[in-house]
């Protein structure tokens, strides 16, 4: 139970795997579900029995029914609150000692078996909001088959280790990341990204765990261990993130935690104004059944139960929400910015053109710029590096985000770039016509002077168009944010259908476009690669495009898409926005229960039972509303 509800139920700390196994075990060995589905039968029975004129048997089964349902928050009620702690579990013990006190102890058993049941019904729907973790979890297989001394051995898959070599055979999970180092196949990485186009795979890719081997067997050399891969850190991120609250959370904490302590004072004026004024035993009764009425329990579990069936039910369609405030801030995004290269366009640029001066050939002008290029995160240095295969390294690397990268190469110094940071000296006239055909161009420097100029054209993602319709459908407006030239952009900006082009732009003018947007609004910036980072960490919601992405990108986003198709985008902010929807309902359902019920008990309208029946529903109500977070829709159309 969350403690933010008020349980008073200690359970020790689980881990996702142990969470997996009590989720497997059925509802009849669950002694959270049967002490209370026990205490309710033991009441039912006694009300039977009462009706029938058994006065004696229906007593000892309330007796029963009241102490087993106690049995579930009554010690923990106590232990908090040598704590100093107040919960709801404490007025619920208060009220029903009161009721016994008073001889009502079928009212007190009724109390007992509903705040139970109900206790039991909250801890099953936060469970069930963390289904999606465990979903990811059982991605990966229990065993593994590595090579060993020549041999195939089956190995528990939490024992690999890094640096082992993993047979896949077709059908079978990968069980951690790795590298193929021989056979060639397809993966079906669905479940981790949420695209269901499978991967093709041969000598040199890597692969990542949870994903399956659909075609030919694969050995993979193991880059992480069994229990430290991209998934757990999938899980790791998504439990972190349904622990952390949001504005809401802490708004409902705020309004909860102050009630209870004010639910006590206000009982006990009842109590004794009440006696002072009339009978003392009606006051008393009306004081007890006060403290059920103002019980806050729908209040504290109606934010995170959200909160948390929305972040584990992200995650399931390829959507990893790193806390619950970055999840609240989500759904009011007024607007995005995405970043060209990788995000729009398909990450499979191509050298197109290269042009040289004089003396220079083009297989020297790709060798030294792939000399360079490999050390990058860059999406267009894939490009130059596949045109030059079995290209030298170069010494002494350094990175300049938005400008290029120099490095030392055969004595001479390297340096590669745009055109806006690196002077494209004679080649000039011709680099702008790469430019207008649509072409990103980086310059090749050798000691100072320019030697040539690359042309690499990467086209724009088929879904693009139809993700920016959908996001002006859902009244969010999109700019594109490139350190490209602005030709370039301006011809990619049109296909896509964005009005909004902001072009040759360095980190640190991405940042502070991103400010100057956040004052019309809340904004959001995508993007995955290192120049990105200053406008992820800037922007109120930052979201790195693909798990797999560049290292900075995900680590200063608040987002992380497992896969890389744009459409996820919609989808991410329709599902936001009906959490937030949802969650609001919840406190204002939560809020009008208490104020209707509190007055019903202060004049004697309902006695405890009815208060106490309809506290119950109502927080079955909340609770089951929330759950509606956990689905998703495949369309945010």
Known sequence: ??????????????????????????????????????????????????????????????WIGLLLGASTFTPGAIRKLFKGKLGIGLLMTISAVGAVILGYVEEAAALAFLYSIAEALEDKAMDRARGGLRALLKLVPETATIRRDGASVEVPAKDLAVGQLML????????????????????????????????????????SAGAINTAGALEVETTAAGTDNSLTTIV????K?????????????????????GVLILAALVAIIGSLLGDPELWITRALVVLVAASPCALAISVPLTVVAAIGSASKFGVIIKSGAVFERFGVIRHVAVDKTGTLTRNEPAVTAVLTAEGVTEKQALAWAAALEQHSTHPLAAAITAAAPGAPAADGVTEQAGHGIEGTLDGARITVGSPRWLDAGTLGEQVAGLEEQGMTVVIVHRDGTPVAAIGVRDELRPEVPEVVRTLAAQGIGVTMLTGDNARTARALAAQAGIGDVRAELRPEDKAAAIAELGEKGAVAMIGDGINDAPALAAADIGIAMGATGSDAAI???????????????????????????????????????????LPLALFGVLGLAAVVLVHEIAEVVVILNGLRAARTRKSAA
Do not use: Y
């Not at 881990?15 to 060995?29: I, L």
């Not at 193929?180 to 692969?207: F, Y």
């Not at 790791?236 to 439990?239: H, K, P, R, S, T």
């Open 1 to 62: 139970m969350s403690a933010a509800c008020g349980c008073e139920h200690d359970e020790p700390e689980t881990t996702s795997g142990e969470e997996a196994e009590e989720a497997a075990r059925p509802w009849w060995r669950d002694r959270g579900i049967m002490v209370p589905v026990f205490s309710g039968v033991a009441f039912l029975t006694g009300l039977v029995l009462e009706w029938a004129g058994l006065e004696v048997p229906a007593l000892v089964l309330f």
């Open 236 to 239: 790791d991120l998504v439990e």
């Open 241 to 261: 993130a349904q622990a952390e609250k949001g504005d809401r959370a802490r708004l409902a904490d705020r309004i909860a935690r102050p009630l209870v302590p």
């Open 168 to 207: 896949v055979r077709p059908g079978e999970r990968i069980a951690t990341d790795g590298i193929v180092r021989t056979g060639r196949s397809s993966l079906d990485t669905s479940a981790i990204t949420g695209e269901s186009i499978p991967v093709e795979v041969e000598p040199g890719d890597t692969v």
């Open 555 to 597: 680590e200063s986003a608040d987002v992380a898409f497992t896969g890389h198709d744009l459409r996820l985008l919609p989808r991410a902010f329709d599902h936001a926005r009906r959490g937030r929807h949802i969650i609001n309902q919840n406190i204002i359902l939560s809020l009008l229960i208490i104020t209707a019920l």
